[in-house]
Nanobody, 124 residues
Framework: QVHLVESGGDSVQAGGSLRLSCTAS????????MAWFRQAPGKEREWVAH????????YYAKSVMGRFRIFQDSTKMTVYLQMDSLKPDDTAMYYC?????????????????WGQGTQVTVSS
């Protein structure tokens, strides 16, 4: 079992920055995948970014490319989402997710473990 805990959500003004953290514990392989998703009110949960824990290779949704950065610490047990140039459209609950493989990391069904989420609110 893998346990994920997110933190770092807050309310900021447009153009501001936030850094979200996700700390994993339990039986998580060093070759596994970690991802960030978000869900705005009334919308489906959408993929934001994911990272291969083994080598740090990462991918981003077009809507956040160039503004967000996913990275991990040296222990590979904590994954961060650095969010810059935030927009009101970035307002959502942000979820950390993990899986043994990144094959389905862009879809909700492709991730096995989920955190409880952390709220990000961006005001104009």
């Amino acid at each position: 079992q893998v346990h994920l805990v997110e933190s770092g959500g807050d309310s900021v003004q447009a153009g501001g920055s936030l850094r979200l953290s996700c700390t994993a514990s339990g039986e998580i392989s060093s070759k596994s995948c970690m991802a960030w998703f978000r869900q705005a009110p009334g919308k489906e949960r959408e993929w934001v970014a994911h990272i291969y824990r083994s080598n740090g290779v990462n991918y981003y949704a077009k809507s956040v490319m160039g503004r967000f950065r996913i990275f991990q610490d040296s222990t590979k047990m904590t994954v961060y989402l650095q969010m810059d140039s935030l927009k009101p459209d970035d307002t959502a609950m942000y979820y950390c997710a993990a899986s043994r493989s990144c094959n389905g990391a862009r879809t909700v069904m492709g991730l096995e473990y989920w955190g409880q989420g952390t709220q990000v609110t961006v005001s104009s």
